[in-house]
């Protein structure tokens, strides 16, 4: 898929316009606010810093957002028609509805460490849509490695061999010298790089038997905590949306795209110091989620 795509994502007016911005955790310092259906507008309030760290924050959103839009450059698959929550219904526009018992499950298993055997309904759907969420901002997606397994897992089969040569071109080993990772996607020594995301709902927005777009309402903590950190630890609310395919029996993503908020007015708790985070980081592992 592409900022210009046949799917409407990557359309917004504004700072980014490309559908894989939140990729990394480097999603810091965003100033403007949303106005596109696919587009990218990060507005959250941050404490006052300095104008040299500013600017360098700045510098690294600059360069993350360049890879991603090239990385995202391609097409993206069409969605059907809307259901009314079971396969095979058509013609109707899903909604959302509150998390309750359904007597179904909605995960089956993992493939790795990523969800998988999702059910073939607007459950599994949502249940998908909020794991690969995880997935696609969490900071393995700057791991060779991990990345090519990442690619593999979420992705439908025609989009795996395109995405992985665009990432694997994105995330160059330059690209990761920019933003203090070294050519594994590590952080320098005594440092250590966050990605952390938690879904807190998700929204059908059209559903049918072998298709499915889901939206997916997410904060997170991203960046880097270490003493001397230029682009330190910070949280943010986005909303994902995903364009699922119904393939080999699972819910896989075709594509898809991110924008700013909605988020809450920011408290003035005092904010943790760099080893508290990572501490947190390395002490709290996270969840498969599920409807």
Not at 210 to 220: I, K, M, Q
Request: net charge negative; aromatic share 8%.
């Amino acid at each position: 898929m592409s900022p210009g795509d046949d799917d409407g994502y990557g359309n917004d007016s504004g700072r980014s316009n490309d559908g894989y911005s939140t990729l990394g955790g480097t999603r810091q310092t965003r100033t403007r606010l949303p106005d596109g259906q696919g587009g990218d507008g990060y507005g959250p309030r941050r404490p006052a810093r300095k104008s040299r760290s500013l600017l360098t924050v700045l510098g690294v959103v600059v360069l993350l957002l360049a890879a991603i839009t090239f990385a995202n450059m391609g097409g993206g698959g069409g969605g059907g028609d809307g259901g009314d929550g079971t396969p095979g219904s058509e013609g109707k526009k899903a909604g959302s509805a509150p998390t309750a018992a359904t007597g179904t499950k909605p995960v089956a298993g993992k493939n790795g460490d990523i969800a998988s055997g999702f059910a073939h309904d607007q459950q599994g759907a949502q249940s998908a849509a909020a794991n690969y969420s995880v997935t696609l901002v969490s900071a393995d997606i700057l791991k060779p490695a991990q990345r090519t397994q990442i690619v593999r897992q979420v992705f439908v089969a025609g989009r795996v061999d395109e995405l992985e040569t665009k990432f694997n071109q994105a995330y160059s080993k330059d690209f990761l010298d920019k933003v203090g990772l070294d050519e594994s996607g590590k952080a320098a020594e005594g440092m250590t790089y966050v990605s952390r995301t938690a879904p807190v709902g998700t929204k059908v927005t059209q559903f049918a038997d072998s298709s499915a777009t889901v939206e997916v309402w997410c904060t997170g903590v991203f960046g880097t905590a270490g003493v001397g950190s230029t682009n330190p630890v910070s949280n943010d609310w986005f909303t994902m949306t995903l364009k699922l395919q119904w393939e080999s029996n699972d819910w896989k993503v075709d594509s898809f795209a991110q924008k700013d908020g909605p988020a809450p007015v920011n408290t003035d708790r005092t904010a943790s110091n760099a080893d508290e985070i990572a501490k947190a980081v390395e002490e709290y592992g996270g969840f498969t989620y599920a409807r």
